[in-house]
């Protein structure tokens, strides 16, 4: 039955949907760790900044805490279910890259932290500020590098992202982007006059 009257609800996080995203991370002993985050995003393009929000008591915290560090690596159709696995596995208790069959790759700027291989956008990120915001801890960080994989790369050296696949998060369901609508200003792009008119 459709009823378009608004209920109103307690105040809580609907801003969806978001970034689906696999948080690698190690500690300066060799052990690593891939979280998944939710609350990730962009905080400024000049200088390039994001945030992930992590609950203090996950297993990744502490690694982050110690080190400054971590990567963001884009979720594609084909790494969903791994990343849903690590985000419900506690790294306490399995080594992820190796349950999954990921490779931890190398990073160029960071010291500690690796890559997942597997995913097209690997953005690395060194922490700036952690402010303690009540049930998560928000990590702001700066971009220093940034590897992408040469597969959506074209021979002009455009890279096509939204070729991969890549998956959003929207209020429980993992979703894949679907069909383009639009570029970013064709609401007030001029209209191309048709050849012979």
């Known amino acids: 039955m459709e009823n378009n009257k608004k209920i109103v ?4 996080n609907m801003l969806y949907p978001v970034p689906a995203v696999m948080v ?3 500690d300066f002993f060799g052990n ?5 985050v939710a609350w990730a995003g962009t905080l400024c393009s000049d200088p390039p900044m994001v945030s992930i929000s992590i609950r ?8 982050i ?3 400054g560090e971590f990567v963001i690596n884009l979720v594609t159709e084909e790494l969903a279910y791994g990343a849903d696995w690590c985000g419900v596995k506690s790294g306490r208790d399995f080594d992820k890259f190796k349950e999954m069959g990921y490779t931890a790759g190398k990073t160029v700027k960071l010291k500690a932290a690796p890559t997942i291989e597997e995913s097209p956008v690997n953005i690395e990120c060194k922490v700036n500020k952690v402010m303690e915001l009540g049930s998560h801890h928000m990590f702001m960080a700066d971009v220093v590098c940034v ?24 209020h429980g ?4 982007l679907g069909k383009k609508i639009g570029t970013f200003g064709y609401s007030v792009a001029k209209k191309r006059k048709r050849s012979g008119k």
Request: charged content about 25%; proline content about 4%; overall charge positive.
């Open 9 to 12: 609800w307690k105040p809580g």
């Open 24 to 26: 690698s991370v190690a």
């Open 32 to 36: 690593n760790n891939i979280i998944t």
């Open 56 to 63: 203090p008591k996950r297993h990744s915290y502490s690694m």
């Open 65 to 67: 805490k110690e080190t």
């Open 147 to 170: 590897q992408v994989s040469g597969k959506y790369m074209d021979k002009a050296g455009r890279f096509h992202l939204n070729d991969g696949g890549l998956v959003a998060y929207s």
């Open 173 to 176: 369901d993992y979703r894949k």
